[in-house]
């Protein structure tokens, strides 16, 4: 899912000559601006279907400004905290991607070989053609195994616990004709980020889940993020809630394997803010690589990371929409600005619209 913010066109994160570059010596977090983000949650929150909702803004130099609005748990109406864990859902894309660069900096993979190459057991559609760097762009044509209904019928049956291992994931995407040849088109497809996973299974030896944690997060000492798999996050944690036909269900302890590297990781407000900086910098990665990862298109997409832009004001990071849970994580390095966004819901999208709200607030200073 690409982010596009009024008419603007994000093209680039190449920096233009503009009067942001002094933005980093002004204060921002005035007290008008948080009485004008109160406001704005007042205003956007209420019309969301969201229980609750939680932002960070943070600024360097400045003390970080919260705003929390609604409940984390519909039962005991506990409210939203800036401690609890959540599922940070398609978030889940950059560190996959980060892993898989990193694996690239060593020279064990080559952004522009065919995945066939590396995972000819998989019998991956035009495999030959897609290569590494159209999965991380977004560009291979795989249909989203994600956008089945039949691929969810067996998991609604086993009461949301069905566990899915990922050459299943795999097989629901495959037994569909690709969507366009690869390499002419952008398309968001779970498919792309979960054979990235298989690859770095493949190439290392080892789970996705050492990988990414032996890799990035413990390196970054991100303490509270990680790759799922169980039905209960550690806590304290938020619930996640999503309305179906049958109402509001609970979704927290859903089973988050469907997800695997293309989704199914676990974080909070205080690793995300770190998170947000390192991918926007290119944490991790050599020069060579950074500018690799920051290749975007014209659709805003990476490898593995977005690129929101309204009246040339830059943010890079990912959103990330799964049942029960909506985030935003965004850096803007003009501002030295990072903004997470947490909403216990997913159905309206209710991060999305206040993170859209505070970007377009915060460019029209």
């Known amino acids: 899912m ?29 007290p008008k ?12 929150f209420p019309k969301t279907y969201a229980p609750g909702i939680i932002a960070l803004l943070s600024v360097e ?11 984390s748990n519909l039962t005991t109406n506990e409210p939203m905290h800036e401690s609890n864990a959540f599922r940070i ?12 660069m990193m694996l690239a900096d060593e020279g064990l993979i080559h952004l522009d070989s065919a995945i066939s190459v590396y995972l000819p057991e998989y019998h991956i559609p035009s495999g030959d053609i897609i290569t590494v760097r159209m999965l991380g762009n977004m560009r291979s044509g795989l249909f989203n195994y994600s ?6 019928e067996p998991f609604i049956a086993s009461g949301y616990t069905l566990e899915f291992p990922p050459d299943s994931l795999l097989a629901a ?26 690859l770095l299974e493949k190439i290392t030896g080892k789970p996705a889940v050492d990988v990414i944690r032996e890799k990035v997060t413990v390196p970054l000492n991100l303490t509270r993020t990680y790759l799922g798999g169980p039905f209960y996050m550690n806590t304290p944690y938020t619930h996640g809630y999503t309305i179906r036909d049958e109402g ?32 926007a910098e290119g944490a991790l990665l050599s020069e060579a ?5 920051f290749k975007f298109s014209s659709d805003n997409y990476g490898f593995c990371v977005e690129l929101a832009n309204y009246k040339k004001d830059l943010w890079v990071g990912h959103p990330g929409t799964m049942p029960g849970f909506n985030t935003q994580v965004w850096y803007n390095s003009a501002r030295k600005a990072t903004l997470i966004v947490v909403a216990n819901c997913d159905t309206g999208m209710p991060a999305q619209s206040f993170m859209i709200a505070t970007i377009i607030l915060l460019a029209n200073l």
């Open 89 to 100: 859902a398609s978030v889940t894309k950059t560190f996959t991607g980060t892993a898989v």
């Open 147 to 152: 956008e089945d209904p039949e691929f969810w």
């Open 61 to 71: 130099g400045e003390p970080d400004y919260i705003i929390k609005r609604g409940t």
């Open 248 to 279: 509001m269900l609970n979704t927290t302890n859903w089973n988050p394997s469907w997800g695997y590297t293309a989704g199914a990781m676990v974080s909070n407000l205080a690793d995300m803010k770190k998170w947000a900086r390192y991918l």
């Open 33 to 44: 601006v948080k009485a004008q983000l109160e406001a704005m949650a007042d205003s956007v």
């Open 289 to 293: 690589m950074k500018a690799e990862r």
């Open 173 to 198: 995407s495959f037994r569909h004709p690709l969507n366009f040849p690869p390499g002419t088109a952008y398309e968001y497809s779970n498919t792309n980020t979960v054979l990235l996973g298989v």
């Open 2 to 30: 690409v982010l596009l913010i009024g008419a603007q066109v994000m093209t680039s994160c190449k920096k233009e000559s503009t009067d942001y570059d002094n933005l980093s010596a002004a204060k921002i977090l005035t």
